[in-house]
Nanobody
Framework: QVQLVESGGGAVQAGGSLRLTCAASGRTFSNVVMGWFRQAPGNDREFVAIITWNSSTTRYLDSVKGRFTISRDNAKNTVYLQMNTLKPEDTAGYYC??????????????????WGTGTQVTVSS
């Protein structure tokens, strides 16, 4: 099992930026897809971005394309989510997750077996 700890959340005004960091420990995560998901009160958890084990492929929620960038550093066991031009609708708890299966590309939350406890992002208008 991978232990994941998110940081970097906070409160910003619309148009601002934040960089979320996910530190992983435990079993190796360098061979699995890593993802960021978010959940706002009253809403289901939704996929935000994923990145493959070798960083060759990324995929984003349509509403964050061009504003968010996911990256990873396997040597540091860390995944990042750079969030620019933030909007009030981006307000949510953001969760880092590791896929269950190695070398399997997915963005379905049910395929992720390790989750962090989340970091809150609040964007005011």
């Amino acid at each position: 099992q991978v232990q994941l700890v998110e940081s970097g959340g906070g409160a910003v005004q619309a148009g601002g930026s934040l960089r979320l960091t996910c530190a992983a420990s435990g079993r190796t995560f360098s061979n699995v897809v890593m993802g960021w998901f978010r959940q706002a009160p009253g809403n289901d958890r939704e996929f935000v971005a994923i990145i493959t084990w070798n960083s060759s492929t990324t995929r984003y929620l349509d509403s964050v394309k061009g504003r968010f960038t996911i990256s990873r550093d396997n040597a540091k066991n860390t995944v990042y989510l750079q969030m620019n031009t933030l909007k009030p609708e981006d307000t949510a708890g953001y969760y880092c997750a590791a896929a269950r299966l190695p070398y399997y590309v997915t963005w379905f939350h049910g395929d992720f077996g390790s989750w962090g406890t989340g970091t809150q992002v609040t964007v005011s208008s």
